[in-house]
């Protein structure tokens, strides 16, 4: 078994694993399904960078030379996807406290689109009253 075919079946394996945890209807799995798809990503333009066997990291002579771009590619998309995901997840947290729901369409199967959920009471106790 080559390296090529071990790296692509492991990353058809995670893409397979992000897609699938994008189609649930909650949320947070929502947001997990993202990062993977991101870390496929990843994995992806590092790969497009070739697979070396002693190869040097930075010129000294002779002999190859890894190309040091997919490495920086992927170190911006990890900060990149790093900061997404911290907004995503912001995102979902106002979503569900808007809506009442961790859905991603807003409402609790089996329920009307248009019913709410009762709101929680006020943690003061007091029913509202000061």
Known sequence: MSMEFLMASGLGFV???GIYLLLRGRTFPVVLGLSLIGYAVNVFIFLVGRLWTDALPILVGEGPVA???????????????????????????????ESG??????????????????????????????
């Open 67 to 97: 190309d040091p771009l997919p490495q920086a590619l992927v170190l911006t998309a990890i900060v990149i996807g790093f900061a997404t995901t911290g907004f995503v997840i912001e995102l979902a947290l106002r979503s569900r406290h």
């Open 15 to 17: 893409t397979a694993c």
């Open 101 to 130: 729901s961790d859905h991603v369409d807003g409402h609790e199967p089996g329920h009307a689109p248009g019913c709410m959920p009762p709101a929680p009471p006020p943690e003061g106790g007091q029913g509202g009253r000061a």
